[in-house]
């Protein structure tokens, strides 16, 4: 289906008179850029899987914020380099014996 000559032309100029692109709002804090997210994010199950533990296991993990996780609506995703990142905080050392 063809636009009336009309409706194109207005459409038209009503683009090439608009200014620039808007500046885009306020950045996104630096834990959220896309940087942030430039590996893949991984299901719970995937997980749960990749640390060998039960998924309510990481529930509780990320219940007590011993592990970050990005959640949108009902979907949680985990960034593996964060979550490695905040388990090493957890590493306790060798005991030794005499």
Do not use: D
Request: net charge positive; aromatic share 4%.
């Amino acid at each position: 289906m063809k636009l009336p000559q009309n409706v194109q032309s207005s459409s038209s100029s009503a683009s090439s008179s608009s200014p620039s692109a808007p500046a885009p709002a306020a950045s996104a804090p630096p834990s959220l850029s896309a940087a942030a997210f430039g590996s893949e994010l991984l299901t719970p199950e995937q997980l749960s899987l990749r640390l060998n533990v039960s998924r309510r296991c990481l529930g509780n993990w990320t219940r007590e914020r011993l592990i970050p996780m990005v959640k949108i609506g009902r979907v949680c995703r985990f960034n593996l380099p964060q979550v490695m990142a905040a388990l090493e905080k957890h590493v306790q050392g060798v005991a030794t014996t005499r």
